[in-house]
């Protein structure tokens, strides 16, 4: 299968805005250096009509055994200089001005921020092109929180490298980093081609206590007979490469931060649509750029109010009308319940006329309210006494909330609103036999409510992300 990439517009400013940050800084191509070769087994030789003759030597042999090594040439931009340039591109981008260089184990860090499905793994591809046609460098190391990422990568660039092929004329050598396959560093070490190498965080991010939980993890930090009595961290150091982090607030654990030290890279570029920890942003496409850009087909915004019962602070929720044809209309409604734990949220099912101070167990604040009329066709509830701001204030429509809401009860609702109208759009679109696939977003003020992670990196649901399992399957315990 062949695959067709068109360049988007969006994708080559993302790039220029990271390229354009080190203006001024020198092109230096096949920057070499004298590469730790380590202690050399000896060369196998073989006995021919009573002559010695040494074993012919493939291609990556004798790369290996040339003491030629190629880095990136260091950064010669100050601080200052640099700090300058940054400036200019968030002006640029109508972002905020980074006050200092921001670091990522102790070297210049840039965030890129690019909504999901935008697709930051070909901006990245392009970058490193750009990046190397531009100032020479020609080492990176690809950061990745999981081997499915990892892998997934790796097919993106064999995907993409007839593509890049076309415009730059050259190919990247690229591939995973593998503790029992050392000798793929000593080939990325000594060639002066573009090289990528695509790690993820387990292979060293447990790895420099002696007891550390991952034995495989730990060969990256020790002297190997079989690599030389070389450690592969010494030797991929010596690269200074440009690390590339992707999904970066995956990686803030402690170990993992002391780990990416040990690489001494050039500089850091982070790619992400959710940064936990913010460097220097010098380019977003958030979810609302993406939909103005089209990026998005089409967008339709779920809302619900917020009513005030006329003084009190009775908590009702509207959730939805059952209809059935052998009875009466039923209404289903979250209010407050009496319990011997205290007071809990509960969703109930009422008939026209029934009395929610008996349904919440004797709660005062619900005492003379009951169901005046259930109106299907308006999708709607009346009480005998006024409950909201409406035309008749004794109606709620469903999805509508009253009384004492907190914060945490309007973000709930959002999550349940949306989930329904979520799963009856795809419905609607079944019925119609359309094959359309259809995406819910959630607009929230901070990525830790909705997903965190320990110290040690390890993913946990914040507590949005504990609502949506909650509301997706109400019945799990």
């Known amino acids: 299968m062949k695959f067709t990439f068109k360049i988007q517009e969006y994708q080559t400013q993302a790039v220029n805005a990271l390229v354009k940050c080190f203006e001024g800084q020198q092109y230096a191509d096949k920057v070499l250096y004298l590469r730790d070769k380590g202690i050399l087994p000896k060369v196998p030789k073989t006995e021919v009509q009573g002559q010695l003759f040494e074993d012919p030597k493939t291609e990556e042999q004798v790369l290996e055994e ?6 990136n040439n260091e950064l010669v931009l100050s601080e200052k200089e640099l700090l300058e340039n940054i400036h200019k591109i968030q002006d640029q981008n109508f972002i905020i001005h980074s006050s200092q260089i921001e ?11 690019m909504e999901t499905g935008t697709g930051k793994t070909y901006v990245y591809t392009k970058t490193m092109y750009e990046l190397n046609k531009t100032y020479g460098w020609s080492k990176f190391m690809i950061v990745v929180p999981s081997v499915a990422i ?5 097919k993106s660039l064999e995907y993409t490298q007839e593509h890049f092929m076309q415009t730059y004329k050259k190919k990247i050598r690229f591939f995973i980093y593998n503790s029992k396959r050392l000798n793929m560093i000593d080939q990325y070490s000594s060639s002066g081609d573009i090289n990528v190498m695509i790690i993820n965080t387990q292979a060293f991010n447990t790895s420099l206590k002696e007891d550390g939980r991952s034995k495989e993890a730990r060969i990256i930090y020790t002297k190997r007979d079989e690599f030389a009595s070389r450690r592969p ?3 991929i150091s010596a690269n200074h490469p ?7 607030q995956r990686m803030g654990g402690a170990a993992t931060q002391n780990a990416l030290k040990q690489f001494e890279s050039l500089f850091t570029i982070n790619y992400s649509a959710t940064h936990k920890v913010q460097h220097n942003l010098v380019y977003r496409l958030d979810a609302l750029d993406a939909y103005k850009q089209k990026l998005v087909k089409k967008i339709e915004v779920k809302g619900f109010k917020l009513e005030n019962i006329a003084g009190t602070q009775t908590y009702i929720y509207a959730d939805s009308i059952i209809l059935s044809p052998h009875a009466a209309p039923i209404v289903k409604l979250e209010i407050d319940v009496k319990q011997n734990g205290g007071i809990k949220r509960i969703t109930k099912k009422f008939n026209t006329g029934d009395k929610l101070f008996n349904a ?11 169901i005046a009329e259930i109106l299907p066709e ?12 409406n035309g008749d204030p004794t109606v709620m429509y469903m999805g509508e909330m009253t009384g004492n809401a907190a914060e945490k009860d309007i973000r709930r609702v959002q999550i349940r609103e949306t989930i329904r109208s979520h799963f009856e759009k795809e419905k609607e679109f079944f019925e119609q036999g359309l094959r359309i696939k259809v995406l819910s977003l959630f607009f929230i003020d901070e990525v830790a409510k909705y997903r965190d992670y320990d110290a040690d990196g390890n993913e946990t649901l914040g507590e949005y992300g504990k609502m949506f399992e909650e509301e997706v399957c109400p019945d799990l315990p």
């Open 66 to 71: 040339n003491d030629n090594g190629y880095r």
């Open 103 to 113: 670091k990522t184990a102790g070297h210049p860090s840039f965030d890129i921020e």
């Open 150 to 154: 990892r892998e997934g990568i790796y």
């Open 233 to 235: 961290i010494d030797v």
């Open 242 to 248: 440009i690390l590339i982090l992707d999904e970066p």
């Open 360 to 370: 919440s167990e004797g709660l005062e604040e619900y005492k003379d309210i009951y």
């Open 378 to 389: 308006q999708n709607a509830v009346r009480f005998n006494k006024a409950v909201s701001s």
